[in-house]
């Protein structure tokens, strides 16, 4: 009888441990399989569409580190320039400066970067200045960042490989010499100095931290590869 019970118990065994044997291979089995799916929804989610956003986003905003270095530069000569004219002759020297020496310094630095640098504004001095239809909408839209005191970042176009770059121009308390209200900022000499050479001069009236007109740069995309 003992013997009979054993020979049970081990057949009994024997059947269960198959059983958990053939489970464990069926749940492998399935795992195996259904990894290749997971693995394949992966790389069907992560398509072309999406790469193709991040290498635009990555090239815009290397097009727009060129665009502020271009204006960046070309600020900094005639800054440089100005500076020096108005040491030596004040706001008088200035007036000459901008009149007889910022033109050509603007169009050197454009050879420099291969690109066209226009300082254009909805009130221009010089009439060959003024802001074009889209570059007024520009204007006016970082006329209302910086009264509202809201954070901003400079406009980035681009169409058939050609890059446009649109930053502010704001006014200091250096450029009231020359730009801000005659007689409270703007001597009597200067007002009749511009005047004589700009007749339809209209950049004047301006207070301090005031878009006074913006960098309108143009490029080609393959200069900045």
């Known amino acids: 009888m003992m013997v009979y019970f054993k020979a049970n118990q081990y057949i009994l065994n024997s059947i269960l441990m198959k059983n958990i044997f053939l489970m464990l291979t069926i749940i492998f089995a399935i795992g195996c399989k259904d990894s290749p799916k997971v693995k394949q ?3 069907e989610n992560t398509d072309s569409t999406s790469l193709s956003e991040i290498d635009t986003k990555i090239n815009d905003s290397l097009l727009l580190e060129k665009g502020k270095m271009y204006a960046q530069t070309t600020q900094k000569v005639l800054g440089k320039n100005l500076m020096l004219n108005i040491q030596k002759n004040g706001p008088l020297g200035a007036v000459a400066f901008c009149n007889e020496k910022a033109y ?4 050197s630095m454009a050879i420099v970067h291969h690109a066209k640098i226009k300082r254009v504004s909805d009130k221009p001095r010089n009439q060959n200045n003024k802001a074009s239809k889209k570059e007024l909408e ?3 839209f970082f006329k209302s960042k910086i009264n509202n005191n809201e954070s901003y970042e400079p406009i980035l176009t681009n169409e058939n490989g050609v890059t446009n770059f649109y930053s502010p121009i704001v006014t200091n308390t250096m450029c009231l010499n020359c730009h801000g209200v005659p ?3 703007i001597d009597p000499k200067v007002t009749q100095l511009l005047i004589d050479k700009y007749p339809y001069d209209e950049a004047i009236g301006y207070k301090e931290n005031e878009v006074r007109g913006i960098w309108s740069i143009r490029f080609k995309d393959e200069q900045n590869k």
Do not use: R
């Open 138 to 140: 520009y204007i006016e």
């Open 104 to 107: 050509p310094l603007t169009d």
């Open 41 to 43: 929804e992966v790389l």
């Open 183 to 185: 007689e409270t900022n």
